[in-house]
């Protein structure tokens, strides 16, 4: 499975999970501080994130590619296993 977000779309989730933190965890000002200044960095059109929507990317496909059962032949016959399975 290929799932790619674009970064307006990583953008949405970091408002998310970074609102759901701050409203969740009991954190300092200056925990809080620094989550908001660590969302604002990568706000919609920068660099920053850019970099963070590729490995956001990366790390996602990683994980569904761990994740998902593959049908593989192995001596004549149909096997399912995970990518982690398969490269251990």
């Known amino acids: ?5 674009n970064p307006g779309e990583v953008n949405a989730v970091l408002g998310l999970v970074t ?3 701050l409203d969740s965890i009991e954190l300092s000002e200056e925990g809080q501080e ?5 969302r604002s ?4 059109g920068t660099d920053q994130l850019d970099d963070f929507a590729d490995r956001f990317n990366n790390e996602l496909m990683d994980f569904i590619d761990e994740s998902t059962r593959r049908r593989t032949m ?7 296993e995970t990518a982690r399975e398969r490269w251990s």
């Not at 499975?1 to 977000?5: E, K």
């Not at 620094?34 to 660590?38: D, G, K, S």
């Not at 960095?41 to 919609?44: E, H, K, L």
């Open 19 to 21: 609102s759901r933190l």
């Open 34 to 38: 620094a989550v908001r200044t660590w």
């Open 1 to 5: 499975m290929n799932v790619m977000l």
């Open 74 to 80: 192995r001596g004549g016959r149909f096997e399912r």
């Open 41 to 44: 960095d990568r706000g919609p």
